[in-house]
């Protein structure tokens, strides 16, 4: 049974920096594509981060491209989500989420941690 479980969460000011970390177990996770997702208050989820867990491809949102950096650590099973220069805006529960591949959409998800950004 894949578990995702997301820590680092909490309050910054506007222009500082957290580190989200994703401990995923239950399986091998060769071949998964591994995201960071987020959602805002009456908002709805969005697209934030992705690595492939092979060969560490990533993809960003534009909206977080040059402030936010996805990464793994093989060894430890772990994803996490450096989020620098962080804004107002970027306050949302984020939700690490895994799928076995691109092509499918993400199946297994985190319970979600609280980034608030204050100004």
């Known amino acids: 049974q894949v578990q995702l479980v997301e820590s680092g969460r909490g309050l910054v000011q506007a222009g500082g920096s957290l580190r989200l970390s994703c401990a995923a177990s239950?399986?091998?996770?060769?071949?998964?594509?591994m995201g960071w997702f987020r959602q805002a208050p009456a908002e709805e989820r969005e697209f934030v981060a992705s690595?492939?867990?092979?060969?560490?491809?990533?993809s960003y949102a534009d909206s977080v491209k040059g402030r936010f950096s996805i990464s793994r650590d093989n060894a430890k099973n772990t994803v996490y989500l450096q989020m620098n220069s962080l804004k107002p805006e970027d306050t949302a529960v984020y939700y690490c989420?895994?799928?076995?591949?691109?092509?499918?959409?993400?199946?297994?998800w985190g319970q979600g941690t609280q980034v608030t950004v204050s100004s």
């Open positions: 239950g399986r091998t996770f060769s071949g998964f594509v």
């Open positions: 989420a895994a799928t076995e591949s691109n092509l499918r959409p993400y199946n297994y």
């Open positions: 690595i492939t867990w092979n060969i560490g491809r990533t």
